[in-house]
């Protein structure tokens, strides 16, 4: 077996079975590209501040550039021995170009190097995840401009409450998403600040050029103090956090979707590419794909108190324990890139609202009866006496077996005067819905406008 980089401080070797606890090369071998590209601007830097020669730093970064070929072959294969990505790079580089090899960790730590991997690594996935936010948005706003006129019971405790466009409905999820796009901007500049050059911890003694390196790696800025460089992820808790809220908006989709398939609902048809049979029960159709996001979204809650509980005692700077910071947001990351991908097929071509079904939905209950209300309050009734009335009415529908529609002008008349024909219009579920016109209200107008807005935002950025 190799000796350890660190071996000669050591008398005996390490016990074989914590070599294998102590190992992180399992994981973090998906940080390699961000290693080498690090290390090749280090290597940059080096010769630029005078500390190795030219061909000393152009001998890395060629070398270095061979390990990535290897990477892409399918040969870059480091074993257990490595301990880490960082050893496995810098032992492989030093078996391409020989002694000069030996050079590359001038002036630099594993824990600057760590840091600097794992920003260049989140800020590639935030930008993937961010236009896959985009294109889920880009389905939800065909899906809702196809459906301004398809009506959807609307509900608050999960009770009818007030009839709303499909399209409303939809875009609440636009909306829901338009944040998580905005929040992953903002977490991105918080990611974008280069630790390299922090060292182990203070810093080092080599007149290191750390804005160069940052510039070369397109780092926005650099760490102002070392000890928090090498030891801050706040970075890692930021996505996590923004990456769970993604996964709450899915997931309250997911449980919507889920009901909308039942027979109980039926306001939608899973079509078979996107949906599951029983083993057992020849009649079934599941909701799988809904079914898994909701349950993936536990994981990622996970990783952030995860994360959250493995930073709150750590002592300043670097401790092992950051090793841990890994898996959890590469889970984190993989578990949000397929949840998204698999929602936005889901709602492209996996489903299709029942619109017949819809309308009968609609017309079968009391949800016009905040209308009936709201029609006496514009004649004058004050709105809480209104309320009352209407609330006598549906009571003794309700006994009678009639919904309101069902009421004679008679029978309207005679709870209060001022009904007159326009009461039958006026609850009618399109009307209930347009006149609903208030600013960011279900009203068509508004959704006409709500659609021009976020069509105009998926152009402009
Ligand atoms: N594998 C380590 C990690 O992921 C790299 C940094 C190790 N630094 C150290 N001083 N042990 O955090």
Redesign the pocket.
Known sequence: TQQKTWSQRFESALHPAIARFNA?INF?IELVEYDLTGSQAHAKMLAKSGIISQTEAEQLVTGLEQIRQEHHQGKFNPGIEA????FAVERRLVEIVGDVGKKLHTGR???D??GTDTRLYLREQIQVIRSQLREFQTVILDLAEKNIETLIPGYTHLQRAQPLSLAHHLMAYFQMTQRDWERLGDVYQRVNISPLGCG?LAGTTFPIDRRYTAELLGFEDIYANSLDGVSDRDFVIEFLAAASLIMVHLSRLSEEIIFWASAEFKFVNLKDSCATGSSIMPQKKNPDVPELVRGKTGRVFGHLQAMLVMMKGLPLA?N?D??E??EGLFDGVNTVKACLEAMTILLKEGLEFRSQRLAEAVNEDFSNATDVADYLAAKGIPFREAYNLVGKVVKTSIENGKLLKDLSLTEWQELHPVFAADIYEAISPRQVVAARNSEGGTGFAQIEQALKTARNLLKNT
Do not use: G, I, T
């Open positions: 992180s973090d301990e880490d990505v960082h730590s594993r824990n190097q760590v182990a670097y092992k950051l090793q910071d890994k």
